[in-house]
């Protein structure tokens, strides 16, 4: 029995499955989700968990180049943009689109993670990079 790390056996399996530059998304509660998008469902009441919760989670065992977020998010809510924005370190490029461009990208993406959150476009993709183990001789 799994006791430790990853506990989410669907969001382990999403994880292992992508590869560098490969997309993840973590949605809002009532993000309008692809028809035929991989969809982790982990909300179980009004904000639990959060976007923030998610991340903080896989932080621990996940690698990020980037962050791609809707220039709505900043505008709307901008202390939740600030933190999205910083949950994978200071070094992690953070771009931002329009958001009728991220429900677009949503439909490239390999795995899409639902929240509970609240927080008015509260949605984040997740470029996979490579982490610090990599070798890298200069």
């Not at 180049?65 to 505008?75: G, S, Y």
């Not at 992690?92 to 461009?101: A, G, P, R």
């Amino acid at each position: 029995m799994n006791e430790m790390g990853l506990l989410n056996t669907a969001i382990a399996a999403a994880i292992a499955k992508q590869g560098h530059g490969d997309l993840l998304m973590i949605t809002d509660a009532g993000f309008a989700i692809p028809r035929d998008a991989e969809v982790i469902d982990v909300s179980l009441d009004v904000n639990k968990p959060t976007v923030s919760d998610v991340l903080t989670v896989l932080r621990k065992h996940f690698s990020v180049e980037k962050i791609i977020l809707a220039d709505q998010t900043r505008k709307t809510n901008p202390t939740f943009f600030d933190h999205i924005s910083k949950a994978f370190g200071d070094n992690v490029e953070v771009e931002t689109i329009d958001h009728s461009d991220l429900k677009k990208l949503s439909k490239t993406v390999k795995a899409i993670i639902r929240t509970g959150d609240f927080t008015a476009y509260g949605n984040v993709i997740l470029v996979s990079g490579a982490g610090d183990r990599w070798f890298v001789e200069n």
